[in-house]
Structure formats: structure tokens, C-alpha cells
């Protein structure tokens, strides 16, 4: 959303390439992660997500992976499209707790048509 | 099927100034939450509820309250509102634990 415009990464890709977003986490006890997108003055729409038994899970146009030793995360589109222009931030569930989610600052996908 | 709705979607308060922010979710969800977001900052949490009659206070509860009379409405009340409250606030709802989250569009909250 606009409101987190400020300081964002920026990921700049042509209309139909592919585009890849990253996110690191840092609780080793994080074991259900959530890939978020947000359209200028909207909620955050769920994308997909993932738990920590598995490395790669895919979805329309969409595939997350996730590399626990290294505690990342990342979002792959595929061909790209002017409305996938938005901002996408990960969340992290910690494994202890109901509400022990961790949001990212998001990072600002721009589609060149 | 509307979702969660969040209402007003704008607002301009005055310091010291008292507020509620209404959500409503007709999905039948238990779970409901309270964000806030701010500039450089991921999401963080305010209250959450995990049911009628039930709630629990987040990351940043000071300054707000919550209650939770329905399993549908879950509104925030700003008790006396500070400049440090000028955000974008989401409520947001879930089927249960650890599960995804389906947020409104936001109450975009200036405190002068």
C-alpha cells in the first residue's frame, strides 16, 4: 500500500519476464511462512504459502521457495503481468504460538508494460 | 460475499480525541486481528481475538482496547488519540490457528 511506499526495495521487470522476490527470516523456530500482496490502498491479499516439511510449492503463475538453512524465502511469478505491480511482503509463524507472526517490510514489484 | 470490512476508510482526529474503527467479517472466522502499518515497518500486531468474548493483546496494545461481542464485529477503540497513532490500520480475520490471513482495505488514521 501507499502508506509503505517509503524505503521499499524495488524490483523493476519487463511485462512477461519472470520476477523473483526475496525475503530472509530470522526465528529458527518459524515453521509456516505466508506470501502476502498488496495493491496501492488495499488490504494485503494472501498469495500462497509454505511449512517448513517442504522446500517448494507451487501455484498459479507463482512458486515459493524456501531454504531453511539459510532462513530464506523467495516468491517466483512467472511471466509477469502489469497486475502483478504491487507490493509483496512474506510473514513468518512462529511454531510456539497462535499470533506470532513476523510481517516483512514488503518489497515494491513495478511491471514495465 | 463481502469479506472484511473496515469502516471509515479514512479519518482525521485531533489529539486527545476518542475513536472506534469498525471491522465486520461475514465469513464466520474465529480468529480476528488488529494491525497497524507504518512507513519502513512490516505489519505489527495491536489485539487479536480468538473468539466471542475472548481477546488478547499483541505486539502494541498501549493506547488502544478491543472488545469482542459477536463472532462478526471486532472494533478498536482509540481511548485518547496521539500523533504516534497517525497509521494504516488493518483488521484482519482466519479460519483458525495458523492459517491465512484475509484482511480488509484499511482505516487510514491522521492525528493532528
Known amino acids: 500500500g501507499e502508506s509503505v511506499g517509503l524505503h521499499l526495495p524495488t524490483l523493476s521487470v519487463q511485462e512477461g519476464d519472470n520476477s523473483i522476490i526475496n525475503c530472509a527470516y530470522s526465528?529458527?523456530?518459524?515453521?509456516?511462512f505466508i506470501w502476502y500482496k498488496q495493491e496501492s490502498g488495499k488490504g494485503p491479499q494472501f498469495i500462497i504459502d509454505?511449512?517448513?516439511?517442504?522446500d517448494k510449492r507451487q501455484g498459479q503463475r507463482v512458486t515459493v521457495l524456501l531454504n531453511k538453512t539459510v532462513k530464506h524465502l523467495s516468491l517466483q511469478i512467472a511471466a509477469t503481468q502489469p497486475g502483478d505491480s504491487a507490493v509483496y511482503f512474506c510473514?513468518?509463524?512462529?511454531?510456539?504460538?497462535?499470533?506470532?507472526?513476523?510481517f516483512g517490510i514488503g518489497t515494491k514489484l513495478q511491471v514495465i508494460p | 460475499n463481502a469479506g472484511v470490512t473496515q469502516t471509515p476508510k479514512f479519518q482525521v482526529l485531533k489529539t486527545g480525541q476518542s475513536m472506534t474503527l469498525q471491522c465486520a467479517q461475514d465469513?464466520?472466522?474465529?480468529?480476528m486481528s488488529w494491525y497497524r502499518q507504518d512507513p519502513g515497518m512490516g505489519l505489527r500486531l495491536i489485539h487479536y481475538?480468538?473468539?466471542?468474548?475472548?481477546?488478547d493483546q499483541g505486539e502494541v496494545p498501549n493506547g488502544y482496547n478491543v472488545s469482542r461481542s459477536t463472532t462478526e464485529d471486532f472494533p478498536l477503540r482509540l481511548l485518547s488519540a496521539a500523533p504516534s497513532q497517525t497509521s494504516v490500520y488493518f483488521c484482519?480475520?482466519?479460519?483458525?490457528?495458523?492459517?491465512?490471513?484475509?484482511f480488509g482495505d484499511g482505516t487510514r488514521l491522521s492525528i493532528l
Open positions: 510473514a513468518e509463524i512462529d511454531s510456539g504460538g497462535y499470533q506470532k507472526v513476523t
Open positions: 526465528n529458527s523456530a518459524s515453521d509456516y
Open positions: 509454505i511449512r517448513s516439511n517442504m
Open positions: 465469513m464466520n472466522h474465529e480468529y
Open positions: 481475538s480468538v473468539g466471542a468474548g475472548i481477546t
Open positions: 484482519a480475520s482466519q479460519t483458525g490457528f495458523r492459517q491465512p490471513q484475509h
